[in-house]
């Protein structure tokens, strides 16, 4: 997910990378939502493996701070994500896209987790299109 992050925001201006980050915060959201309702959980070196793992596909220069938040975020530190949006757009799109992937490989599994994305994909996919066909 971070490299298709990565790829995706190549060519895109500022308000298009707004418009990812606001998708990927939604998608968090909804990630960390699922968690409370169904109390799913995962042991903190689950997570930190998994966000270690995503991080080294990230920017090297947002890779430190993404694996800080993780272990942050694994001792209860719930805002560790949200260091980033207010002073830097990219790293944030890079932190959120980090976390959503790291917690749903967690959670969920390598396959589970591609399925939820799948289906959130066609989600917002299915909005955009409605929104833009004026309905």
Known sequence: MV???????????????????????GLLRSTVSIIEVTGERWTPGQLVG???????????????????????????DRSAPSALPGRDLLGAVHMTAAFVAALGLALWGRTGFLGVLTAYDDTVTAIVDGHSSGL
């Open 3 to 25: 490299i298709a992050v990565r790829d995706a925001l190549a060519g895109l201006g500022s308000v298009a990378r707004t418009e990812m980050y606001a998708v990927l915060s």
């Open 50 to 76: 998994h966000a270690d793992e995503v991080a080294a596909a990230a920017p090297p220069h947002y890779e430190f701070a993404i694996a800080e938040a993780a272990r942050a975020w694994s001792r209860g």
